[in-house]
């Protein structure tokens, strides 16, 4: 029974992840928001013929909802190559902060700085990384850490010739903002 109680939680997080209203997750369902509100606050039974439009909108599946308690531990999402970089998933998709392995390639078109809410923590595992964050030029060399709000216009990219591999850690709002594009491949 307490698997169903963590039922409304995980399909709220799944829709806040795509970042869609209660109101945007119903219409596409085929549902009232709030029949999707009462069952994301456990206020509602659910059964199948409500999950499965719900799960297919979110691109998840039912077993995705009802975790079992001694599911395996480890992370099986595929890594993608995007913009002059290649992504590799370390947090399961549910997770609550993500992490990502970034290697930036030295080939990789310069891309403006963006901007977004949310917060970013990172560390350099091997080559250098030009961080750009507001009206600062930094080089961060192996080892090194940064920590940002997004808010704050950014981007990275390898510095030299040679990739760098960076430990990447967001808050939902951000992952989604930066790794989530439509041209984004898998790998």
Same mark, same amino acid.
């Given at each position: 029974?307490?698997? #169903?109680? !963590? ?31 009462? #069952? ?21 599946? $039912? ?11 480890? $992370? ?13 998933? #370390? ?39 030009? #961080? ?6 930094? $080089? ?21 010739? !040679? ?25």
């Amino acid at each position: 029974m307490d698997e #169903l109680q !963590r039922l409304g939680p995980r399909l709220r997080s799944a829709r806040q992840e795509r970042g869609w209203t209660l109101d945007e997750l119903a219409e596409r369902a085929g549902m009232s928001a709030s029949t999707l509100s009462r #069952l994301e606050s456990g206020k509602r039974q659910a059964s199948l013929e409500l999950l499965l439009p719900l799960t297919r909108q979110l691109g998840i599946r $039912v077993d995705d909802l009802l975790e079992p308690p001694d599911r395996d531990p480890r $992370v099986h999402r595929r890594a993608i190559r995007r913009e002059g970089m290649t992504i590799a998933p #370390l947090t399961r998709e549910e997770s609550e902060v993500r992490a990502f392995k970034i290697t930036y390639h030295p080939e990789a078109p310069e891309c403006p700085p963006q901007t977004h809410p949310g917060h970013e923590w990172l560390y350099v595992m091997s080559g250098r990384l030009q #961080l750009t964050l507001g009206e600062q030029e930094l $080089v961060l060399g192996r080892g090194e850490a940064a920590e940002f709000d997004t808010a704050v216009p950014h981007r990275m990219r390898a510095a030299g010739g !040679r990739p760098a591999e960076v430990i990447s850690i967001f808050n939902t709002v951000g992952e989604r903002l930066h790794l989530h594009t439509p041209d984004a491949e898998p790998r």
